[in-house]
């Protein structure tokens, strides 16, 4: 038979510290300060945004770099 044992390490040590560790992120759940929906879709368009811009920066640096060192080594080569 299996005796629970009330010392720190024991089964109801583990069951202590579960029960305070849920007991803190409940509190501190209930300190955040969420956002409004409108503050939501507003960010979420800037970040939408921000990423097809850099995107695009990324293709045309992509592009140049491609014909300076790609078509430009070949050309030099001939």
Same mark, same amino acid.
């Given at each position: 038979?299996?005796?629970?044992?009330?010392?720190?390490?024991?089964?109801?040590? +583990?069951? /202590?510290?579960?029960?305070? !560790?849920?007991? %803190?992120?409940?509190?501190? =759940?209930? $300190?955040?300060?969420?956002?409004?929906?409108?503050?939501?879709?507003?960010?979420?368009? $800037? =970040? *939408? @945004? @921000? /990423? %097809? %811009?850099?995107? +695009?920066?990324?293709? @045309? !640096?992509?592009? *140049?770099?491609? $014909? =300076? @060192?790609?078509?430009?080594? /070949? /050309?030099? %080569?001939?």
């Amino acid at each position: 038979m299996a005796t629970v044992q009330t010392e720190r390490g024991g089964v109801v040590g +583990v069951v /202590a510290r579960v029960t305070g !560790f849920l007991s %803190a992120v409940n509190v501190e =759940i209930r $300190k955040i300060t969420w956002p409004t929906r409108d503050d939501l879709v507003d960010t979420t368009r $800037k =970040i *939408i @945004l @921000l /990423a %097809a %811009a850099l995107g +695009v920066v990324i293709g @045309l !640096f992509d592009w *140049i770099l491609q $014909k =300076i @060192l790609v078509d430009g080594v /070949a /050309a030099l %080569a001939r």
